[in-house]
Each structure stands twice: as structure tokens, then as C-alpha cells.
């Protein structure tokens, strides 16, 4: 089974806009961390957001939003006011662990377009 | 500004080349970690090290090695290049503990022919 499930491969966007980016995951561990990167067209992976197992908010840095909905197994990231600079791939990750390590796992990326 | 610098952009090889691809963080990080990302299939972990002269091999760590001689320094072996590890090469770095994600090098674009 797949770990991270990003079934979006790509989305569309209106300048301006808010946007979600759909991610579940698979884990029994109850210790978990969960991870939005976003990876525009120069290939650098830029971390956006960080999500703890335990946290009881949706963590939130700046535009970006993680709405954790633990029960469901979904962390999807929330873009507001979307903006040209946010055109990009977009991969969500967890960390659990495995091993006596932690393992980080990325899903397959959703590459978001933002129009003008 | 922190970084994690990868030697090559663009790497170009022949079939059977050994291969060394480069990471150099500088931000005294403990973790060090190679991925390699293809269409469809995101980022897959290749080796990871949690320490200098550490490793462990990761989800796909066939004809591939590593070596940490020193904590800044992160380097990945093709010991022999195959037309299927043709890919994109992404180095990243992390401090032990803590819940921060990792800090990601700008990639190698490896072409083997």
C-alpha cells in the first residue's frame, strides 16, 4: 500500500485564488510528522510546512495551511491567494518511524499552474 | 544563507562509468540523505547517514553506494552507470532531532547514455 497518496497530478489555478492539495497517507505509528515541499522549475525542494501527529491545530506559515484531519488520514495543504511564484510541483511527506530511525516517505507530487 | 551544495547541475555519462555525485552541507547537520526523483514515482530514498562513517541503505539502494568520511560531506557511487539510473539526484541535510524538515540541495540532472 501506498504510504503517501497524492491523486492529483496536476491542478489549475486562478490568480488569487485559494487551492487545496489533496494528500493521505498509511501508517500505524502513532508518533508521525507530515511534510508539504514545494519544488519549482529550478528543481530545489523548498519545505512549506510541518504537521505533528499530536498537534491538536493545523499548522500554518504564512499563505500556506495544513488541514489535518487525523481520523481521515488527510493532510491536505491549503495555498491562499494564490500568485504566479506559486506555479510549482507540490509533494506532501510523512516521517515515521522505522527501524529505530525515522523514514521520511514522499508522495508522487501534484504540479500546480496558477493563471493569470 | 545555509545550504546544501551539489558539485553538478548536468552530468553526463557513458554506460559502466563510475560515478561519484557530490553533497556538501554547511550547516553542521548530523543527517545526511540521497534520493532520486522520476516522473510518476516522486522521491525515493537511495542512502541515508545519521552519522560521519555511518550509513544505511534506504528503499532502492541497488548499484548504488555512499561514503561519509566527514560530517559536511555526503557523497553517492554508481559503481557502474546503467541506462536506468538516469535520473535527477537530490541530496538533503537535517540536525538530529527536532521536527524540521529537511534542506534540500538544487540537484543533479544524471544523464547515462
Known amino acids: 500500500a501506498q504510504k503517501i497518496t497524492q491523486t492529483q497530478p496536476g491542478m489549475f489555478v486562478q490568480e488569487k485564488e485559494a487551492v487545496t492539495l489533496d494528500c493521505t497517507y498509511d501508517?500505524?505509528?502513532?508518533?508521525?510528522?507530515l511534510f508539504w515541499y514545494k519544488q519549482p522549475s529550478s528543481g530545489e525542494m523548498i519545505f512549506l510546512i510541518y504537521?505533528?501527529?499530536?498537534?491538536?491545530q493545523n499548522a500554518t506559515e504564512g499563505r500556506y495551511s495544513l488541514n489535518f484531519q487525523k481520523a481521515r488520514k488527510s493532510a491536505n495543504l491549503v495555498i491562499s491567494a494564490s500568485q504566479l511564484g506559486d506555479s510549482a510541483m507540490y509533494f506532501c511527506?510523512?516521517?515515521?518511524?522505522?527501524?529505530?530511525?525515522?523514514?521520511?516517505?514522499f508522495g508522487t507530487g501534484t504540479k500546480l499552474q496558477v493563471i493569470p | 544563507d545555509v545550504k546544501v551544495t551539489q558539485s553538478s547541475r548536468y552530468l553526463v555519462k557513458r554506460t559502466g562509468e563510475k560515478v561519484f555525485l557530490e553533497c556538501v552541507q554547511d550547516?553542521?547537520?548530523?543527517?545526511m540523505f540521497w534520493y532520486r526523483q522520476d516522473p510518476g514515482l516522486g522521491l525515493r530514498l537511495i542512502y541515508f547517514?545519521?552519522?560521519?562513517?555511518?550509513?544505511e541503505k534506504g528503499d532502492i539502494p541497488e548499484g548504488y553506494s555512499v561514503s561519509r568520511e566527514k560530517k559536511e560531506r555526503f557523497s553517492l557511487i554508481l559503481e557502474s552507470a546503467s541506462t536506468n539510473q538516469t535520473s535527477m539526484y537530490l541530496c538533503?541535510?537535517?540536525?538530529?532531532?527536532?521536527?524540521?524538515?529537511?534542506?534540500f540541495g538544487s540537484g543533479t540532472r544524471l544523464t547515462v547514455v
Open positions: 538533503a541535510s537535517k540536525p538530529r532531532g527536532g521536527s524540521g524538515g529537511y534542506t
Open positions: 501508517t500505524s505509528d502513532q508518533s508521525y510528522g
Open positions: 504537521q505533528g501527529s499530536y498537534d491538536e
Open positions: 511527506a510523512m516521517r515515521e518511524p522505522s527501524g529505530g530511525y525515522q523514514k521520511v516517505t
Open positions: 550547516m553542521d547537520h548530523e543527517n
Open positions: 547517514s545519521y552519522d560521519v562513517k555511518m550509513k
